[in-house]
Each structure stands twice: as structure tokens, then as C-alpha cells.
């Protein structure tokens, strides 16, 4: 006899109305999708979209998870400030805390601040009164505030990315230190020795740690760390151009062979600048970047920089805070993410 469809039977078991995570298992596909198809965002085949369509009305499933709203008063929410979503690492993180957010039923709102120090206290201060359940925060100034002080006493704040002096609160990063250290100590490898720096915002930590990073490598290769210049920049393109403009107005005797830029849009300023100057990369210059964002690999030439996962950090991140404010299950959360340099053909052997 043909075995009966089981996806009854298993309605029929479950206890309490049915989650996003419920809808994923019975329809064959990713959370992911589900939410893209409730959001009516993402690319999802007709298709598929109406095969998830069907499985939400069999299963009863109401997005705004309408039990818990009427229970609470209210739909559980989470807010995430974040500097802007031009640099697609920090979009990345966005998609991560979406995905997270969405796999609990949980709404996300999204505030940008334009790394301002001011916006970021005021939006801070309108989540903590419009009273959301909690924050992930990524910060662009690096200068915590009292709205933010009063949401980490609640435990209703986690860092992601950056970490804010005198703020107690979960922070979730990458080994930023780690990654700067092995991609300078890579470039010193292949005998450059004339280096320079094209920082990032000084009051950042992920600034901080990844120049920390690039001394080390230049100290345990014999050479004075002092001696190699760091311009600070703002991790924007238009920086990465300027700073790259000063080095290499320098004589071609004296200037860097290689330049290590904080980060891959600084990097892409720093090549953009080269190529209006009629330079060869890596033959004139080495450029390094850090982020490893989706098109660094497709520039010409490919670029070596520092792999870290954004979007599992902002999973991570957004599930840490979930938990904490008793919007999804104690688990297990990383909160320090490994990173990878990626050798591609930016730099030369000289």
C-alpha cells in the first residue's frame, strides 16, 4: 500500500501554532527563501514562490506570528543600527541579522547612521522608547552614548564588528588582528620592505586591531613599525583614493611598493587613482584591502585581502540578542569568527 503523505500527521503532532522554521521543513526549502517570498524581496522562482504560498495556507501559518502579538501586546522586534549599507560587508551583516530575525518570526528595524555619533544616540534613544525588544549595534564613530548605556543595563544590546569602550554588552567579531598580522607578514614574504598604510577611522576597533595587526608583522620581520606611515582614512572609496594620491606623489625611489589599506573599498579607491595615473598593479604597486566584499575578486587584477563572514556574524549576533531577551532558545552562539587571507594578484614578488 503507497504510504500516505506524511506532512498531515505531522500537523497533526505539533504543539502550538506553526513558525516560519515549521513552514521551511514541510515546503523543502531554506528559511531564507520563506522570508523572501513573505517579504515579497530576493529572487525566487514562480515556481517555488507558489509551491511556499501553498505550504503557508495548509500549514496555517501567519507571518506576523499573530499568537505571540496578541499575547505581548504587541510584534516582538529588534532594531539594527549600522554606519550605511554603500560597503557591502556591512550589508552583509544586515542580511545575516534579517535571516536570523525572520527565522524566529521576529520584525527587524533598520537604522543608518551615517557613522555619525549623534544619529547613533538618536536612534538608540528612539528604539529604547518605542521599546523594542533589543538592539544589534555596528557602529561607524565608535563613541557610546547614554541611550546606549541604558539599553546594555537592560541586556538588550550586542555588538557586532565593533566593540564600544566602556559599554558591557556580547560582541560578536572576526579576528581582525590575526588577519591584518598574516596578510602583512604575506606581503613581507614576497620581499617588500617599503610599506605604508591607509588606515581606518582611528576611534574604531576594528581600526585599532587591524593596524595593531599589520606593526606586529612589521616588528617580527626586523623592520621599525614606526618608521611606516599610517594615514587614517574612513573606510569609504573616496578616502582610499586620497590617501593613495599622497603616497604616490612621492618619488618612484622613495615611494611604498606596497600599500595595505584597511579595507577593500579604500583599496578600490587606492587602484582607481592608480589607474588614472597610468600605473601598473602590482608591477608600480602592491595594494592590499580587507573585508574580501563580492566584487574584489573580479577587479583586474584580483584582489588579496582578508576574508571575514558578515553575514554569519550578523546571524550570530541577532540570535545572541534573541536569546537574551527571550526571543529564541538558549544555544550555543559563536561570537569570534576565524579569518582568511585570500592571495590573489595584487601583490608582486620584487
Not at 515546503?27 to 515579497?40: C, K, L, Q
Not at 585581502?305 to 554569519?312: A, E, K
Amino acid at each position: 500500500m503507497t504510504q500516505p503523505d506524511d506532512r498531515p500527521a505531522a500537523r497533526a503532532k505539533r504543539v502550538g501554532p506553526p513558525t516560519i522554521r515549521d513552514v521551511a521543513r514541510v515546503a523543502g526549502v531554506s528559511i531564507g527563501t520563506i522570508s523572501a517570498v513573505i517579504n515579497g524581496s530576493g529572487a525566487v522562482a514562480p515556481d517555488t514562490r507558489r509551491h511556499v504560498l501553498s505550504c503557508i495556507a495548509e500549514l496555517g501559518f501567519e507571518p506576523n506570528n499573530a499568537a505571540r502579538t496578541l499575547k505581548r501586546g504587541r510584534i516582538s522586534s529588534i532594531g539594527l543600527i549600522v554606519p550605511d549599507l554603500d560597503n557591502p560587508f556591512f550589508a552583509a551583516v544586515a542580511e545575516g541579522v534579517q535571516q536570523a530575525a525572520a527565522g524566529e518570526d521576529v520584525l527587524m528595524v533598520l537604522c543608518i547612521t551615517g557613522s555619525s555619533a549623534e544619529r547613533e544616540d538618536y536612534y538608540a534613544q528612539i528604539l529604547r522608547s518605542k521599546r523594542l525588544d533589543g538592539v544589534v549595534y555596528l557602529s561607524g564613530s565608535g563613541m557610546p552614548s547614554a541611550s546606549l548605556l541604558q539599553l546594555a543595563r537592560r541586556g538588550a544590546v550586542v555588538f557586532v564588528d565593533e566593540r564600544l569602550p566602556g559599554v558591557d554588552a556580547p560582541f560578536v567579531t572576526a579576528q581582525n588582528l590575526a588577519g591584518a598580522r598574516t596578510l602583512a607578514k604575506s606581503v613581507l614574504a614576497v620581499g617588500h620592505r617599503r610599506l605604508a598604510i591607509a588606515g581606518g577611522p582611528p576611534r574604531l576597533w576594528t581600526s585599532e586591531q587591524r593596524l595593531a595587526g599589520y606593526r606586529e608583522a612589521i616588528a617580527s620581520a626586523g623592520l621599525d613599525p614606526d618608521a611606516v606611515e599610517c594615514v587614517a582614512g574612513d573606510y569609504s572609496e573616496r578616502s582610499g583614493y586620497e590617501i593613495a594620491s599622497r603616497f604616490l606623489a612621492l618619488d618612484p625611489a622613495t615611494r611604498p611598493t606596497a600599500l595595505l589599506c584597511a579595507n577593500d573599498l579604500m583599496a578600490m579607491g587606492a587602484i582607481r587613482r592608480c589607474r588614472e595615473l597610468k600605473l601598473r598593479i602590482p608591477a608600480d604597486i602592491s595594494i592590499t584591502g580587507f573585508d574580501d566584499i563580492p566584487s574584489s575578486e573580479f577587479l583586474d587584477p584580483p584582489l588579496t585581502t582578508v576574508t571575514q563572514p558578515g553575514r554569519q556574524m550578523g546571524e550570530a549576533a541577532a540570535q545572541l540578542l534573541m536569546q537574551a531577551v527571550g526571543l529564541a532558545k538558549a544555544g550555543p552562539a559563536q561570537i569570534e569568527f576565524a579569518t582568511a587571507v585570500n592571495l590573489r594578484g595584487s601583490v608582486a614578488n620584487i
